[in-house]
């Protein structure tokens, strides 16, 4: 099957969405400059001064880049400590990947930014006629709201066609606010 492209209302609402990543950064940006300060030193006491994790990941178009993380294993034991954890449970590790959204890698929302080592999943996206890699992956996303660690590879690949298929300013603002809904410490997560 030809793979689809995006047709002209979404390359338009492309460049708008573009806009409203960055702007909505520089405007929370005191906010999340406070968040990234306060965990940049406590993870740096915790990490023994190596609080970032850098991965190189797929953008749009293919075009590979490096995401910035706060660390939350530690290389030597594999392991995570009770601050990591709740990093990790928070989402308060993806916070220096504002700088990505800056830097045009990624957008507030898209696709899920794969790992140039999730080859399987690669393939899988492939296969489904809508390209994924038309936009640039987000901070957030349909995948990242919707699947748990254990979902199948095909499953969290159908989750990225589905956002591709419906690519839209009403399906992002949806992802948005299921988003911050999510990430609230009162938020009820599914165990």
């Known amino acids: 099957m030809e793979v689809e492209e995006l047709n002209k209302k979404q390359r338009r609402y492309l460049k708008i969405k573009r806009v409203l990543s960055i702007i909505h950064v520089i405007i929370f940006s005191p906010f999340y400059l406070s968040l990234f300060i306060i965990v940049l030193l406590i993870n740096m006491f915790v990490t023994k001064f190596h609080p970032f994790f850098v991965q190189e990941r797929y953008g749009r178009n293919r075009k590979i880049f490096k995401v910035y993380k706060f660390r939350t294993i530690d290389e030597k034991t594999n392991h995570s400590n ?5 990093l990790r449970f928070t989402s308060l590790d ?3 990947q504002f700088f ?3 830097k045009g890698d990624m957008d507030l929302i898209g696709p899920r930014p794969l790992s140039i080592k999730e080859e399987d999943m690669d393939i899988l996206r492939n296969v489904h006629p ?3 890699y038309l936009v640039r992956p987000g901070l957030s996303g349909y995948a990242q709201i919707n699947y748990v660690n254990e979902s199948s590879l095909d499953k969290k690949a159908s989750y990225d066609k589905y956002y591709i298929e419906h690519f839209s300013f ?12 999510k990430i609230l410490p009162i938020t009820i997560h599914k165990k």
């Open 82 to 86: 009770s601050f990591a954890r709740f």
């Open 94 to 96: 993806e916070i220096p």
């Open 100 to 102: 990505n959204i800056l």
């Open 130 to 132: 809508y390209n994924v």
């Open 170 to 181: 009403k399906l992002d603002c949806k992802i948005f606010f299921l988003t911050i809904f």
